[in-house]
Every structure is written in C-alpha cells, then in structure tokens.
C-alpha cells in the first residue's frame, strides 16, 4: 500500500495561526476510499511559530486588538466607559476603608466600656469578697463549739425565727 504525495500549502492567519491545507496528488479521487478523502480536505490549525507558546492558542486578553483611533468616536465612548468604571471603582474603595475605620472607632469604643465595667465589677467583687469574709469571721467567733456528742452537727438553734 503506497501512500500517495502531498503537497502542503501554509498560509498565516491573523490571529498568529496557521492554516495548513492537504492535497492528495492521486490521478483520480475514486482511488482513495470516501473518509480519507474527505479528511484530506479539512484544514489544519498549526501556531504560525511552534516554538512560541507549546501549541496552545493564547487567551484573548493576551491576543492583540485592533486599536481604534483616538479621534474615533468608539475610542472615546470606551475610555468614558473606563473612566466612570475607575471612578466607581475608587469610590467604593474609598467608602469601604471609611466603613471599616468607622467599625474600628465602634469597637474601639465598645472595648472601652467593657474594660471600665470589668474594673467596677472587678472592684464590687472585691468588696464583697471583704463583707463575706468579715461576717464568715464574725460567725465563727460568735459560734461555740458543741458539747457532748462526738460526730454530730451542732444542735439547731432552739429559738426559731419564722415569724410567730
């Protein structure tokens, strides 16, 4: 099975690719079956530089745009889009770092209360703690110890206090 020549014919596309196109150089097409004919004639995609890029076709943010010219009224419709799009772009910065400093200033405020309220409880604890060790004191100096029975409880007052 004899494989028949080709000769390729490259041209380059705008975009930095390559179209390479196939012809069979058979005497008569019916010598070749249907598919392979038919997939001679497809063109095939090469980057018109191999070495550049590996093969891959570049994003489109990387690819080059015809520029408009700068007296063109599509030129200066798209930098007034672009100019109003920075301005509000710069806008929102701006009330975004407000917002946050004034969230800083609220917490700044708030962590103030909560430490002068940590020093007032921290000062009513204090007091307390000193009224309850007094009075614990004044009770066991008032309390006699029990007479007669070992391991029990002090006997309960005699005189009760509720109310009669």
Known sequence: ??????????????????????????????????????????????????????????????????????????????????NLAVKKSRMRSKQKAMDTQQRVNELKEENERLEAKIKLLSKELSVLKDLFLEHAHNLADNVQPPTGT????????????NGQ
């Open 1 to 82: 099975m004899s494989r028949p020549s080709q000769a390729k014919l490259t041209t380059a596309d705008h975009n930095g690719v390559s179209v390479i196109q196939s012809q069979a150089h058979a005497t008569s097409p019916s010598s070749l079956p249907a598919g392979v004919a038919g997939l001679q004639q497809v063109p095939q995609l090469v980057p018109a530089n191999p070495s550049a890029g590996g093969g891959k076709a570049l994003p489109p943010s990387k690819m080059k745009k015809p520029h408009a010219d700068k007296d063109s009224e599509e030129y200066r419709q798209r930098r007034e889009r672009n």
């Open 150 to 161: 070992e391991g029990s409880s002090p006997a309960p007052n005699s005189t009760s206090t």
